[in-house]
């Protein structure tokens, strides 16, 4: 099968003239790490799985997206990471949600697919498991950046709730949630996303991102979906179990359900976001609503990076 990956770090009011050619130049190079480390994995025969996960750990540590290092604060000025992995073979998922621990949230997610009997851990108890599991930790100085406390008390000093991105949360320096799709030489799909979710939530909100079926979604015998925008809507319409229900049901190319999704039916209920989206035999779909939505590909026929 042709291999093929798809990252994104973020979709929203992403406007031309708020944005330095210094930060567009410093998102692109993020986004090309993430193909890189993504690539170096499905080209090596690796599996969709390690490729997405290793795709987001890279965003993950880059402080320029909404994920890991540079996550985005929560009411109250803490971080509270969500997370979620999905192999589309089997259909085995591991989440975490509000965790406020792990220095690699994907990779405590890959630990609940991979060590438990559960999808979802939440909170204090997806901390105590990152800490029993010997993940790697790291503590509120390390997630938070001098940018995202100033959005932060920019955002919470209007009684705002926005994303990262957004018209409540805009800040031209700052970048969105992350994910990754992936089809390996087998055939086998997997999606992975990661987030500090939207600025100045409340405490405990969970959005779309760790939710099965809401943010992240595979399958092999349709799609591996990644999802970033406002994470309510998403949930509401179970996003991308959706577009995976389209092509299942209804015959619907992988293109043609992102497409209907993200252009349709969510813009019916007021959702804003976009999605990244691959199936079985590599074609790749990247709709999006917003005003744009960080997005990097690569296939065996091409590669590319856009915003816009
Ligand atoms: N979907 C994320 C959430 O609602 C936010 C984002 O995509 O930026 O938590």
Excluded at 66 to 71: D, E, K, M, T
């Amino acid at each position: 099968m042709p291999l093929a990956l798809v990252v994104h770090g973020g979709a929203g009011l992403i406007r031309r003239d708020s944005l330095t050619p210094e930060r567009e130049d410093r998102c692109r190079a993020g986004l090309r790490a993430a193909l890189d480390a993504g690539w170096a994995v499905l080209h090596a025969g690796g599996s969709a799985l390690d490729a997405v996960q290793a795709s987001v750990v890279a965003l993950e540590e880059d402080p320029a997206f909404n994920a890991g290092r540079g996550a985005v604060l929560a009411a109250g000025g803490t971080v509270e990471l969500d997370a979620a992995i999905m192999d589309g073979t089997g259909r085995a998922a591991g989440a975490i949600a509000g965790a406020t621990l792990p220095r690699s949230p994907i990779a405590a997610a890959r630990a609940v697919l991979s060590g438990t009997p559960h999808v979802l851990l939440c909170g204090p108890g997806a901390d105590a498991f990152i800490v029993d599991a010997g993940l790697e930790t790291a503590d509120a100085s390390w997630f938070e950046t001098p940018e995202r406390r100033a959005q932060y008390e920019a955002v919470a000093a209007v009684g705002g709730y926005g994303l990262d991105h957004g018209p409540l949360g805009g800040k031209k320096d700052v970048y969105g949630t992350v994910g990754a799709v992936a089809c390996d030489r087998g055939g086998h799909v997997a999606a992975a996303t990661s987030t500090g979710g939207m600025v100045n939530k409340l405490h405990g909100r969970v959005g779309d991102t760790p939710v099965i079926g809401a943010g992240t979604y595979a399958w092999d015998q349709t799609c591996a979906v990644s999802g970033t925008g406002h994470g309510e809507p998403f949930i509401r319409l179970a996003v991308a179990h959706r577009i995976s229900d389209l092509m299942e049901l209804a015959g619907l190319s992988v293109a043609e359900a992102a497409e209907r999704v993200i252009r349709v039916e969510l813009p019916a209920v007021a959702g804003e976001g976009g999605v990244i989206a691959v199936d079985a035999a590599g074609r790749i779909a990247m709709p999006f609503n917003t005003g744009g939505m960080f997005r990097g590909w690569r296939t065996e026929a091409e590669t590319g990076v856009q915003i816009w």
